[in-house]
Nanobody, 120 residues
Framework: QVQLVESGGGLVQAGGSLRLSCAASGSSFTIYSMGWYRQAPGKQRELVAGITSGGRMDYADSVKGRFTISRDNAKNTVYLQMNSLLPEDTAVYYC??????????????WGQGTQVTVSS
């Protein structure tokens, strides 16, 4: 099994910044892509940003220019730097990892979620 442990959420005023971290641990796995999703009350979970092992990044239109995703492949860790936060960024943020559990099992793991609250 692969576990994802998130950290870095919290309460911040609009215009402020937060940095989320997510570390994957376990044995005999390889990760192809990692990403951050969020779910606000009453809304569906949505992709915020994703990054492949090769460094290709994708962002939701609503966070482009404000959020930056990065990854340390050696540490199996993904980060999300969130700047210029808005009240509408308030949500529970989830880390996701897609890859393979060696030798042949699929990997699609989720973190437990971390709350981000932006006050106006």
């Amino acid at each position: 099994q692969v576990q994802l442990v998130e950290s870095g959420g919290g309460l911040v005023q609009a215009g402020g910044s937060l940095r989320l971290s997510c570390a994957a641990s376990g044995s005999s796995f390889t990760i192809y892509s990692m990403g951050w999703y969020r779910q606000a009350p009453g809304k569906q979970r949505e992709l915020v940003a994703g990054i492949t092992s090769g460094g290709r990044m994708d962002y939701a239109d609503s966070v482009k220019g404000r959020f930056t995703i990065s990854r340390d492949n050696a540490k199996n860790t993904v980060y999300l730097q969130m700047n210029s936060l808005l009240p509408e960024d308030t949500a529970v943020y989830y880390c996701n990892a897609v890859g393979r559990v060696l030798p042949k099992g699929p990997l699609n793991s989720w973190g437990q979620g971390t709350q981000v609250t932006v006050s106006s």
